[in-house]
Structure formats: structure tokens, C-alpha cells
């Protein structure tokens, strides 16, 4: 372990880049139960402290489009790809069905880039022919419960019999994770179930001196991880890499990979498309250009108190802002100055703003409630009635800025309620074919186009 950390800090000083993290330490025994009380004497023999960092996924995914954004990319979510436009074998564009309207348009494009995930053989089959790659899906699941109940001042990482096991700081909680199993049913709404929850809860109470039970348990998701397909049967063995390849001229497919290599899986697919262009495409030069929000944080961070001061706003709900926000906590702020009421916290979801389901709407693509509850906040995860109650306050608040008259406000809180207790009720069986089933009871608000191929699973 030690070998293999040590060469994780070397990498992230190699080639002249600083990693901006300490180095990792070993500990005694006696250190590892000091930092981490909660873990069973037993259970330690010693430890490796490291630095890592962390991402919230989907703020994560709007911040990277709202760069692109920024730089002249055009957006379009809520669209799904229908079919390909071809010329002979040249794929030349893209049939896509807007879900919000139900509008049909063609889009046309020298280059297409499939990027789709786990959705990759399904596009794959739209183009036809014989697939270049082949992808599996790894159901994942992660507890959250709430900090209280582990008494730790780390995040803790141990080894299960067949993986690890990770326990995550996340503001007031802790997410406990995760589990890797295969998954072929729906697709876009993997469902966790009561074996999955159980196994977590089984690896992380084998380390605890105080068990955590069903109880303890705020909040559950779960996400499906795009693996490349290989010769081994266990998920878990399925390799971690990205592949770029070119199946017919005019269209490149990416698929595999991390989060963490994300920069890097893009500048390959574009590398391959500009070879497809016509004419010279510069060098990718994403490695130096900083994402919305990052520029100017540092300086931003050293003053806020004085924002705390100016905006009326405690320091810990600025501080709070500026790690969701970044720089771009100046547009938030704008929208409490113009209507102050919106500064007030959300009822029963008090770790946000009102603000934050206002700018969701207005910044940050949200269409729908489950969007702003789940997506743009994690409301959903990290409140013990998992938003119910806030459900109608948050729909209210979308409603200005997206002109829902009281019945869509009503129709978006019911699909919300019906989804959350699928999402329950699913945990409660074991079976992953029974807790699919169960799922798919409460249809999305905007359902994909059920016949084509990426929406064919239902
Ligand atoms: C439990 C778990 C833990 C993980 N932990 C880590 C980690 O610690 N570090 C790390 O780096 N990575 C981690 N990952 C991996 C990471 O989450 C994935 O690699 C990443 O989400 C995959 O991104 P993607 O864009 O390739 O696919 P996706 O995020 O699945 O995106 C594919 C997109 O394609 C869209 N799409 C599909 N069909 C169509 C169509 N016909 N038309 C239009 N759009 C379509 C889908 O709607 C979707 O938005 C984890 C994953 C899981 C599940």
C-alpha cells in the first residue's frame, strides 16, 4: 500500500506539475485510532494517511459545459440522438428529438462524437454495422449518512474481500461506498437495492466500533459505470481505461475512462476528430484554461468576511456559496440583493438558499424539480425525507423563472413524490430484476423516446 501510495505522489509531481496535496505519511496504530475513534482496535494494525480531492459529479458536468458554453459551444440537454444523417457511409449529422417540446431537428456536423456512457453500444447500433467497442454497465451504489454517526476527522479507506471500501467526508455527512456488480436492465435508472445496501452496510460495520444500521441511512444513489468490456466476467476486474475509436468516417466514439481523466479522454476524441477535418486544428490548450468560477478563487476566498458583511449572509452560508459556486457566487449574490427573501434557507432543507433553486432554474439548465433537487443540489440524498417537504417550496421558486402555471407546479411535485418512493420502494427488495421493476413504476416527467434504441429499454 505504501509502494503503491508513494508512487501516486511521485506521479502527481512528475513532469514538473506540483499536485497542490501534502505528501502521505504512515501511521501507528495508536495515530490511525487518534485520527479515526470510530474504527474497531481490532480492525487496525496501522495506517497510510493521504490527501486526495473530490468532485461533486453533477456540478461537476454543468460547470465543464458552462465553460464550453462560454467558449462558443451550444448546448442543447433534454435532446436525444434518434438516428444518424448519412451521405453513403459518412455519417453527416444527427436526428434528435427535443423531449421538452417533442420537435424533431437535424442537426449537421463535418464530425459526431459519440460520448454516451453506458449508452455507447445502443448508438453504436443506431450507425449499424459491426460495433469497434463494447461496453459494460457496473451498477455502483453509496450510502449517506450523516457525520454524527461515524466519529472519524478522515475519510477512511479499508480493503473488502473483493474491493475497497471507501468513507468519504461530504459536508455534514459521510458517503459510504461502493459496490460493483454487473447491470442490464434500465439504464437510465439503476436501482439500489436492499442487497446492495446490506453489503455496504456489512463491509463498513466489519471496521466500526459502533454498527450503523438501515437506520443511520439519510440517503442512497446509485450510478452505472461505463466499462470498457474485456474477457473477465466480474465487473470489478473490467479495466478502467478509455478508448477512442473511428467506426465509419465522420463519426468518433469515446467510451471507458474516469471523472478524473476526463480532460484527457476529451483532447483525444478531439485530436481524432480534428484528423478528421479538413485544414489545421491547433493544439488543445484545456489543460490551461480554468473552468467557470475557478479564476480569481483564491483572492475571492481571502475576502469572505467581507462579502459576509456586505450581502447580510453568514460567513459559513458564504463559504458554503463559494465552494458550489466558485467565482460565479457574485451571480447567486445578485439574485439575494434583487429579492432578499431569497437568502432565507430552504424549509427543511436549511444547508441551501432559496437562491440556489431560483439560480439553478435561471444559470444552471434546470428544467424540472428533480433536476434542481438532486442534480444542482443533493437535497434529495442528504435530508432524511429525502426533499418531500421542500418539494413544494422548490417547485414554487421554479416556477417564476421557468412560467409554470399552478398545475405544472403540482404535476412536477407529484412526479417528484411518485419517484421518490419508487426509489424507496426498490430499496427494499434484494432482487435487482424485482427492484428494476418496481423503479420504472413512476415514469420521468419527460420520458425518452421509447422505440429508438438508447430509449429501447423499456
Ligand atoms: C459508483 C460509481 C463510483 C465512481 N467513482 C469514480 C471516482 O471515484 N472517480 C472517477 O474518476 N470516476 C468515478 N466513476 C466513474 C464516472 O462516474 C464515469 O466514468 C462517468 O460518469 C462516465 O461519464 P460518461 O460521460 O462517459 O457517461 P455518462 O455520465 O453515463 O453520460 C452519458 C450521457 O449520454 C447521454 N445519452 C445516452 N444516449 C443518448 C442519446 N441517444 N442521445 C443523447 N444523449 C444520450 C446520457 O443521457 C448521458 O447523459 C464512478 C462511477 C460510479 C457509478
Redesign the pocket.
Known sequence: MGAGVGLYDLLGFSMGQVRGLPGHKQLSRHAALELAPALKRTAVHGAIRYWDAQVD?ARFVITVLRTAASYGARIASR????GFLREGERVTGVRVVDLESGSELEIRAQQVVN?????TD??QALVGGRGMINVRASK???LVVPRDRIHSSTGIIVRTPVSVLFVIPWGRHWII??TDTEWSLDKAHPAASRSDIDYLLTQVNRVLRVPLTSDDVEGVYA????LLSGESDETSKLSREHTVAHPVPGLVMI?G?????YRLMARDAVDAVAHGLDGRVPRSCTEEIPLVGAEGFPALWNSRYQMARVSGLHVARIEHLLHRYGTLIGEVLGLIEAEPALGQPLTGADDYLRAEIVYAASHEGARHLYDALARRTHITIETWDHGISVAPEAAALMAGQLGWDSRQTAREVEHYRARISAERAAQDVSDDQEADAIRLGAPDIVPLVVGTV?GGER
Open positions: 459529479d435532446t436525444q440522438v434518434t460520448a454516451t456512457g453506458v449508452w445502443d448508438i455502483g451504489i453509496h461506498g461502493t450510478g452505472l459505470r461505463p467510451a475512462g474516469k471523472y478524473t481523466t438508447a
